[in-house]
């Protein structure tokens, strides 16, 4: 049985990318999947406008890519709400977590996710 495809929808708006840098922390989630061969041609990052909770920044989306989903856009609304996968508040081990847990061994990581 394969593993789910997953985009990493990172938010890079005014609070989340200026003021926190998440930039940074998308750098850092590309280098590790083109590092992991278990997430390499699985899982995708890309940067997303804003999730409009600016207070708990940077914030992420795990999408669970559907057949046919490229992650090249962004997600609908109903996903963002019928998905468990919104992460705020990340940081570098955070991230880490999640591209462990989530994208690697497909298990939302409990105690890092919030409903969006």
Known sequence: MSLPRYCLHLCDGPSCGIARNSERL???ACRTIDSRGDLRGRVYARNYTCFGRCDDGPNMFVETLAPGNDGLSDPEPEVLEDQRGFYPGLDEDKLTRILDRHCG???????LVDRY
């Open 26 to 28: 998308l750098s850092l």
């Open 105 to 111: 061994a497909g298990e939302v990581v409990d105690d």
